[in-house]
């Protein structure tokens, strides 16, 4: 069973990581904001830290209550050099 809400945990994946790496990433959200408006709030974290990031894969796992979902994105997080 994964942690439904994963976002404050995400800079601390990142940081577990040295150069690049993918992130199973588990949250609860509104129907209608999965996959893309979750990812995108993914990517802009990644980017505060200095990664980039890419969605592999998504799935809506199961329904949790109306409207809401439990999804489950990959996301390949690669760190940016500047």
Do not use: T, W
């Not at 994946?13 to 996959?35: D, M, S, T, V, W």
């Not at 974290?45 to 109306?66: D, Q, T, V």
């Amino acid at each position: 069973m994964g942690y439904l809400n994963s976002i404050p945990f995400f800079k601390y994946a990142l940081k577990g990581l040295k150069n690049e790496g993918i992130i199973h990433f588990h949250q609860k959200c509104r129907e209608e904001e999965f996959p893309h408006k979750l990812f995108n709030e993914i990517k802009d974290m990644a980017l505060e830290y200095g990664y980039e990031a890419k969605m592999l894969f998504y799935k809506k796992i199961k329904s949790y209550a109306p409207r809401i979902i439990h999804g489950v994105i990959d996301i390949k997080v690669r760190k940016v050099h500047s």
